[in-house]
T-cell receptor, first 114, second 115 residues
Framework: QQQVKQSPQSLIVQKGGISIINCAYE??????FPWYQQFPGKGPALLIA?????SEKKEGRFTISFNKSAKQFSLHIMDSQPGDSATYFC?????????????FGKGTHLIIQP | GAGVSQSPRYKVAKRGQDVALRCDPI?????LFWYQQALGQGPEFLTY????????KSGLPSDRFFAERPEGSVSTLKIQRTQQEDSAVYLC?????????????FGDGTRLSIL
């Protein structure tokens, strides 16, 4: 059972455009939702994270939108740049569960065309 | 640097051999996690330590996988009698505090290939 479903699998966006990646989760106990960026040969790097008590969080060009009732959250990358080309993962965890292991989506391969 | 360090970066082993992968977390970080990332997939949780205590090992795929963190800092993931399906990148992450929701900082992983 895939607990975090991510779409699309791949995405091509023109430079300066908005990149949008979506995730849906099933476990209502999840209460922490980070997004990670990964370049080839490197480990995932935290971009931005949100908790369900807010519907939106913005940090620079990155925005998370969160819909608790729909159990969905999305990442928006504004003014997308070629340097943003990478694989992006959404994740979720139940921080009150005594452990904090992240459940990841399968990833979105983003290409920003110059 | 001050990041999470993993060694070796690459490991090739023959099927049936034992391997040991090392993780040096960020100094002072209480929590340490191991993940397995298959090619083209997202990382999958293996196990979690808070200091030297292994609080969750629910993700370990079989009893051939064993992890330890005896002094609450460096951790080792050991795989016995390796199989081809063990080929993956093994990622280690650490976070500052024991309570949940703290940012996890990842190392660059060990790429394990089983021949």
């Amino acid at each position: 059972q895939q607990q975090v479903k991510q779409s699309p699998q791949s995405l091509i966006v023109q430079k300066g455009g908005i990149s949008i990646i979506n995730c849906a989760y099933e476990n209502t106990a999840f209460d922490y939702f980070p997004w990670y960026q990964q370049f080839p040969g490197k480990g995932p790097a935290l971009l931005i994270a949100i908790r369900p008590d807010v519907s939106e969080k913005k940090e620079g060009r990155f925005t998370i939108s969160f819909n608790k009732s729909a159990k969905q959250f999305s990442l928006h990358i504004m003014d997308s740049q070629p340097g943003d080309s990478a694989t992006y993962f959404c994740a979720a965890s139940n921080t009150g569960g005594g452990a904090d292991g992240l459940t990841f989506g399968k990833g979105t391969h983003l290409i920003i065309q110059p | 640097g001050a990041g999470v360090s993993q060694s070796p970066r690459y490991k090739v082993a023959k099927r049936g051999q034992d391997v040991a992968l090392r993780c040096d977390p960020i100094s002072g970080h209480v929590s340490l996690f191991w993940y397995q990332q298959a090619l083209g997939q997202g990382p999958e949780f293996l196990t979690y330590f808070q200091n030297e205590a292994q609080l969750d090992k629910s993700g370990l795929p079989s009893d051939r996988f064993f992890a330890e963190r005896p002094e609450g800092s460096v951790s080792t993931l050991k795989i016995q009698r390796t199989q081809q399906e063990d080929s993956a990148v093994y990622l280690c992450a650490s976070s500052f505090a024991g309570q949940g929701g703290q940012p996890q900082h990842f190392g660059d992983g060990t790429r394990l290939s089983i021949l």
